[in-house]
């Protein structure tokens, strides 16, 4: 069940072609049509039968939408906003899946008619994979959706757009977009920033061979390539829009590494003990709180029952 | 098939049961002797049927080894070295499955008798998990095990052992012990070092709670606690055994982190993309090279198949 007629959807890669299954597979009775500008996606989309319709013309797409979800990269929305703003049905909201949200609203809100809805979101949910073809219906079941609706937003219609997310197996939260800046700064986008950095920091090395770091990388190393595989566009605009909050974020884990690398050169192992073993009750409280699965090693080892 | 009529196997953790296991699994005819100074290991050790003995005296599991391999924390092999060395027996390999090697080297070699044959080993494969219920039989299935035999080293033992490696389904690679360190201070304890650090870093923040830490760790940061939940008083004292090498990846880190986070300050989108860019391709060859499974997001929507 949804409040929305049609539901347009900028962008067919992974989270928009997510979107278009996920309202399929969830029954929503709503006209889905999809909109991107590279014509492969567009391809794809349509082998794949995503939508009702779909087109390379943002224009075409939306002028007839109740809710247009942006789900470019955030680089996209000034030139996205200053075009399909004008001609938005009136009573639309325009709503977005980025990773970034103070400057999203910066953006649009200048751009926005008095007869439309800004209520920017963000579902904390993705893979590594990129495309119409890497979405999938369930990436949002049991993850969180935040959406940032700025001031005296119509409360009917964050409502409305809540129960959309709620409708494809999301739970919701509201909350400031500064405030979500910085949660996910240290939730998504430094971790994401290490991993490039650690990856590119092998690949730069004389003592230790690339071959080598491959062939050892069930060590450790492999985990962190998996977020360093994620879409560059989507993470350059990330860093590049979430500036302040993740230097404040990096300049802490830097103390923090700095005290550690201390603490090594020392042999300061009671120091090295005491952060090793608390850090150890997070991960049981993440999946407690059903944010990840209760597998060793991710579940690489699926073929083996233990013993 | 094996060359070892009995192999010894001091440690009942993730590695040494998941020898056992793997030994059994494999059919490799051997009498086992499982050994460990936790009470609670040897009665789950027992329960499981682990070993053919169970014991928590070391020089008793080893006075008529032909194998001896440590699997507990490096931090124990000189109180160890020096009691099992005066009672092995003639000819006996003394082994190991630490992640340092160098270190290991310098503490055991001058405990060993002249008629006893020392050759480090590092099998390239865990979990976060650990103790006697955590291995599982096929854990070093189609992973590397890197030995760091002494020059001099008797090659048939060298070979015996090799053989043992790989009828247990790893791939042998012999190298130095400091080359190894090197190798792996990149791909594996780097990795769990900034991983430790991260997940310490969003323990004390106070602009973001711990609950919206756990709510939205699906954004990447769940992916750091798994490692981050790995066994730290193995993990202390491979920083306290690895530190050179550590504290020089760590210094490499560091300086390629600095000239990201200027990157970012500046908004040199550019910059941020080529680095971006490429460390995706390294994913693809680990996955190339069979390192890492080949599914999105770890596998962790196993449930559904992609449309």
Chains 1, 2 share one sequence.
């Not at 049509?33 to 996606?41: K, R, T």
Request: one cysteine or more; hydrophobic letters at 40%; a negative charge.
């Amino acid at each position: 069940m949804t409040d929305f007629a049609q539901i347009t959807l900028i962008g067919m890669g992974l989270i928009g072609s997510s979107l278009a299954r996920a309202i399929r597979s969830h029954g929503l009775k709503t006209r889905l049509v999809g909109c991107d500008s590279n014509p492969q996606h567009v391809a794809e989309a349509r082998a794949l039968n995503l939508v009702d319709q779909i087109t390379s013309d943002p224009i075409d797409a939306v002028k007839s939408a109740d809710l247009v979800i942006l789900a470019t990269p955030v680089g996209s929305y000034a030139d996205l906003g200053a075009r399909l703003c004008p001609v938005m049905k009136p009573g639309a909201i325009l709503s977005d899946v980025g990773s970034v949200k103070a400057s999203v609203v910066k953006t649009l809100q200048p751009l926005m008619r008095d007869d439309c809805h800004l209520i920017p979101g963000h579902p904390v949910a993705g893979t590594e994979q990129s495309g119409p073809k890497a979405g999938f219906s369930t990436l949002f079941d049991g993850r969180w959706c935040i959406l940032t609706p700025p001031e005296n937003t119509a409360p009917e219609k964050v409502r409305a757009l809540e129960k959309f997310w709620q409708a494809i197996g999301s739970t919701v939260e509201c909350m400031t977009p500064d405030h979500h800046d910085m949660v996910l700064a240290i939730t998504s986008h430094l971790p994401h920033l290490i991993a490039y950095n650690i990856v590119g920091t092998a690949r730069h090395l004389e003592e230790v061979t690339k071959s080598e770091v491959i062939k050892y990388s069930a060590g450790g190393f492999r985990d962190f390539t998996r977020i360093a595989a994620s879409d560059p566009t989507m993470w350059r605009d990330v860093f590049l829009n979430n500036k302040d909050a993740v230097l404040e974020m990096l300049g802490r884990f830097t103390e923090d590494l700095t005290a550690l690398q201390r603490s090594i050169r020392y042999d300061e192992g009671d120091k090295l003990f005491d952060l090793f073993d608390r850090t150890r009750r997070i991960r049981k409280q993440i999946i407690d709180a059903g944010q990840d699965e209760d597998v060793p090693d991710f579940g690489r080892h699926t073929d083996d029952i233990p013993d």
